[in-house]
T-cell receptor, first 110, second 113 residues
């Protein structure tokens, strides 16, 4: 399985934008880029996914590099509720397992 | 519209016992996946069910088995429990395919004494 690399932790101030990076240099042409987050004491929550083009939804934006070897999850205005572990996951078009790594622990300070 | 529901929320067992965990998928979803999450770690894939068949399996021993029913709900069974089986067990449901997001329940916390 193609692997992803994320920073262990990041900090942000409340109401500021947050850019969470993810490297995936061995991505294949049939891999979707998925982002999930996990708040304390909850199951993971789907955030966004994309294949080649940038994507926007009500939660976040996903910027995908032209060569697809990296991507960035963008939270436009961080709130305290956005403090969570964020996972960047490559998922084959066949739809098999999500292979979670260690993710990035995001701390949001007032 | 109810999301993914899991039962029970907490469970305490002793070594050697057997346990069954249950999952009801989100309405409209036909694929169910199970994950194990140890404290401080990311979830690890156990297996995925579609059309009542195990479609893919992660690196877990045969003590871990599952079932999917015609209404798409699912059970995870673990036999001969070990102390190392203590974890949060997560169920996720989705449509079929890599573009389909998985929706997770809040898990069953299993403690082995």
């Amino acid at each position: 399985d193609a692997k992803t690399t994320q920073p262990n932790s990041m900090e942000s101030n409340e109401e500021e934008p947050v850019h969470l990076p993810c490297n995936h240099s061995t991505i294949s042409g049939t891999d979707y880029i998925h982002w999930y987050r996990q708040l304390p004491s909850q199951g993971p929550e789907y955030v966004i996914h994309g294949l080649t083009s940038n994507v926007n939804n009500r939660m976040a934006s996903l910027a995908i590099a032209e060569d697809r070897k990296s991507s960035t999850l963008i939270l436009h205005r961080a709130t305290l509720r956005d403090a969570a572990v964020y996972y960047c996951i490559l998922r084959d078009i066949s739809g098999y397992a999500l292979n979670f790594g260690k993710g990035t622990s995001l701390l949001v300070t007032p | 519209d109810a999301g993914v529901t899991q039962s029970p929320t907490h469970l305490i067992k002793t070594r050697g016992q057997q346990v069954t965990l249950r999952c009801s998928p989100k309405s409209g979803h036909d694929t169910v996946s199970w994950y194990q999450q140890a404290l401080g770690q990311g979830p690890q894939f156990i297996f995925q069910y579609y059309e009542e068949e195990e479609r893919q399996r992660g690196n877990f021993p045969d003590r871990f088995s599952g079932h999917q029913f015609p209404n798409y709900s699912s059970e995870l069974n673990v036999n001969a429990l070990l102390l190392g089986d203590s974890a949060l067990y997560l169920c996720a449901s989705s449509g079929l395919g890599g573009a389909q997001p998985q929706h997770f329940g809040d898990g069953t916390r299993l403690s082995i004494l």
